[in-house]
């Protein structure tokens, strides 16, 4: 609408200008050819040239419609795509009706003569689908792929429909394919990533991640690109079969070398990997990353972390705990925590102390069970069965309110 505007103002001011001019000297033509002779000024000729040369170009326009009409062979074509057109509304309509047979009939003679056959054989696999058969849904599908730009659709329906069936390798491997044609497709971007996740293929999901941020976002990469590497560590620290603790300690090292920055500053992650290390007898490194991300990040989920080391001396790992405990006094994680190594130190009467203080604090389900249960050992039943009466206190203010004997 803009072009043919500007169009029109450009012709009315070529007008109004060739007007001026023609009326400031209207000049003289003329035309000799052995005894024919024609005279006249120049703006009548221009204006006969144009006017003529607008005569033949509609009367070209019409010809053309004229001959478009009487041709035998596009009228037909015209007419069969009218039809495929209605065809294919009324193929959606009784698809969306649950008249299936109907629908595919209708939605198969689409594909084959309409101007939107991609569009057709899509809801024709749709129909075969719902009733079951697999090989007129593959055709349709085999169809729809060759239809221009049809590769991606009628894949991503075919993962979608494997997904349905309960077959992730089969979704997989068609969403592998297709990523590489599509790079930028969000939607099989999104898809592949539910399936690798479904299939726990932590390794391949951490590789996808960068995809995933330039088409998705930073926020969803994000999530999914942590839980892929929590998943990751997690599953080469508990991999069957390997019973060398060094081995494993080594290879958690080195592919902690490969997690991203920002994720190695990450809490959770510090935690997990922290915890592993201690169980695989590298106490020493999993102190000294806890005490860094303490430093910078406080976060409950750190502190724990102590309980499982075994090469490092209860008596130091208590000295940070109560280190901890001088700038946050009552933190229920760190007076658990030093409660459990006070009692990896045989340490009864410390052990006791922080276990009530974290009872105190916080009414921690963890440290009023512990309480309990050192009582039991040091052989005061009366003081444990209080602690559990506590317990059960607790836990009745989240019961539902019902009748009682």
Known sequence: MKKALLLIVVVLLAATFLGRWMAADSGYLLVIRDQWRLESTLGFALLALILGAVALIILTLLGNLAWNLAEPVRATRRFRRGVARRRLKSGFILLMDGELDKAERLLTAAGRDGDWPLVAWLLAAECARQRGDGEALEEYLQNAAKSRRGDSFSGLMRARFALDDGRPAAAHQELKGLVEKAPGNK????????????????????????????????AYAARRERRAWLARVQQLAQKPGFNDGDSRARELRDLWKQVPSALKQDPAMVARYAGFLAQLGEGSRALSLVKEQLERDWDDRLPPVLEAIDDVSPDELLQNLEKWLVDRPGNAAVLVTAGRVALKARLWGKAQNFFEAAANSSQSATALAELSRLYLALGDQVKAAKVLERRVAELDGQLPDLPLP
């Open 187 to 218: 939607r099989i971007l999104a898809l592949y990533a539910d399936v690798l996740e479904r299939e726990r293929d932590w390794p391949a999901l951490c590789a996808l991640a960068p995809r995933l941020r330039r088409a998705l976002g930073d």
